[in-house]
Nanobody, 124 residues
């Protein structure tokens, strides 16, 4: 299984970005998938995710109401629509996956597969 993220960039506060993650090597419909982010000197932080059955959407409190996670299993893809971006959202965003259900999706250690990440920088 390989994961490749895209869509990061440099934006101003209040702007939007849409991140994409493509899973190759297996059918994404068998995988719980999530977005994490990591900033220098900080631990990897859960952002949003979807179980392998596709629901419910789960979000970190810091992004609720601003970010939307979705998936398209026909395209083996996971998306993260990020609106009303803030400087504190700046980080490397990583896509992750594990097969089926392991009880919860918040913990990075549960995930077997990781992408390389895409940089998001929010700055005026």
């Amino acid at each position: 299984v390989q994961l490749v993220e895209s869509g990061g960039g440099l934006v101003q506060p209040g702007d939007s970005l849409r991140l994409s993650c493509t899973l190759s090597g297996r059918a994404s419909s068998d995988y719980t998938m999530g977005w994490f982010r990591q900033s220098p000197g900080k631990e990897r932080e859960f952002v949003a995710g979807l179980s392998w059955v596709g629901s419910p959407e789960t979000y970190a409190d810091s992004v609720k109401g601003r970010f939307t996670v979705s998936r398209d299993n026909a395209k083996n893809a996971l998306y993260l629509q990020m609106n009303s971006l803030r400087p504190e959202d700046s980080a490397v965003y990583l896509c992750a996956a594990y097969k089926y259900n392991r009880g919860e999706i918040f913990t990075a250690a549960l995930y077997d597969y990781w992408g390389q990440g895409t940089q998001v920088t929010v700055s005026s």
